[in-house]
């Protein structure tokens, strides 16, 4: 049986690009493995704290030796940790906003990317922890990033492969709705990105 979790980072509900094609994936996905089953996290509707101090420290202490305020502070990134290692796919949904990710995939990534647990450090370098995963990254613009004078400007794309990587998960596959906000390009930017879905 295959568990996907479907990770919802945009704001923007039925309105959104990243979420129709995330939503595109899942279906495709479901198709091909009947017996599926599926976690949705909506980082819009409750997003992940951003890191402070407390969670840190909480994050850093053996879960035994942890107060009650520190296991309180620590669930997040637990409960985070739980769902991607029970995950066999994992769907991420990535508008770009301002050339990058929405702080709350940021808060997320930050919440995953525990040193001892995620990764860890060896004689030979960082090591990821995370592995035997198949992620696909359903990546929303207003513009054309993918190629020509602005694909400089993408730093969704390369962020999440750099990170994921880093925690094991290699094998990512990028699929974009582009162009959205392009006069003549809008109305075809979706179905352009659903046809390229191939699982």
């Known amino acids: 049986m295959m568990h996907i979790l479907n990770v919802i980072s945009s704001p923007r509900g039925g309105a959104s690009y990243s979420i129709k094609l995330g939503d595109a994936i899942v279906e495709k996905l479901q198709a091909a493995n009947p017996d599926s089953t599926v976690t949705v996290r909506d980082l819009a509707t409750n997003p ?11 994050l850093f202490t053996p879960a035994p030796a942890r107060t009650p305020k520190q296991q309180e502070a620590a669930r997040h ?7 991607l290692q029970a995950a066999d796919v ?4 990535a508008p770009l906003y301002n050339f990058g990710i929405p702080s709350t ?3 997320w990534i930050d919440h995953i990317a525990r040193a001892g647990i995620t990764f860890k450090y060896t004689e030979k370098g960082p090591e990821g922890l995370v592995t035997g995963k198949k992620v696909y990254v359903a990546m929303a613009s207003g513009g054309v990033y993918s190629e ?8 969704v794309a390369p962020y999440l492969k750099a990170v994921l990587g880093f925690l094991g998960m290699t094998d990512v596959t990028i699929l974009r ?11 075809i930017a979706l179905q352009k990105g659903i046809d390229s879905i191939s699982v």
Request: hydrophobic letters at 40%; charged letters at 25%.
């Open 148 to 155: 020509g004078p602005y694909a400089a400007y993408d730093f």
């Open 177 to 187: 709705v582009e162009g959205t906000s392009i006069p003549g390009q809008e109305e």
């Open 105 to 107: 995939l940021k808060a």
């Open 77 to 83: 990134s637990d409960d985070a940790i739980a769902d």
């Open 48 to 58: 992940f704290p951003h890191l402070e101090e407390a969670k840190l420290k909480s």
């Open 90 to 93: 994992i769907v991420i949904g």
